[in-house]
C-alpha cells in the first residue's frame, strides 16, 4: 500500500505543479501581449510627434516667408496650439514607457 500511496502522492504533486506552470506560463503570455500592444502605441505616438514637429517647422518656415518677424513665428497662436500638443503626447509617451517598465519589473 505504501507504494501505490507515494505513487498517488507523486501524481498530485507533479499535476499541482504543472497546473502552476500553465498559470505563469498563461500570466507571462498576457504580459508580452500587453506589452506588444504598448509598444504599437509608443509607435503611434512617434509617429505623432514627428507629424507635429514637422507641421510646426513647416508654419515656421511659411511664416518667415511671408516676411513675418522672428518673435511674430514665436507667438503664433498655430504654433503655440501645435507645441501644446507635442507636449501633451510627450506626457503620454512617458506615462506608457513608466507603465512599460512596471510590467517588466514585475517579472
Do not use: C, P, W
Not at 31 to 52: A, G, I, N
Amino acid at each position: 500500500m505504501g507504494f501505490l500511496q507515494r505513487l498517488k502522492d507523486d501524481l498530485r504533486t507533479g499535476i499541482a505543479t504543472l497546473r502552476l506552470g500553465t498559470a505563469h506560463a498563461a500570466e507571462r503570455a498576457l504580459e508580452e501581449t500587453e506589452l506588444l500592444r504598448m509598444r504599437l502605441e509608443l509607435r503611434k505616438l512617434d509617429q505623432q510627434l514627428s507629424d507635429f514637429y514637422k507641421d510646426v517647422g513647416e508654419r515656421a518656415v511659411e511664416m518667415k516667408e511671408q516676411g513675418e518677424t522672428a518673435e511674430r513665428v514665436l507667438y503664433d497662436a498655430e504654433i503655440g496650439r501645435l507645441v501644446r500638443e507635442v507636449q501633451t503626447l510627450k506626457e503620454s509617451r512617458k506615462k506608457l514607457e513608466d507603465e512599460m517598465e512596471d510590467i517588466k519589473n514585475e517579472e
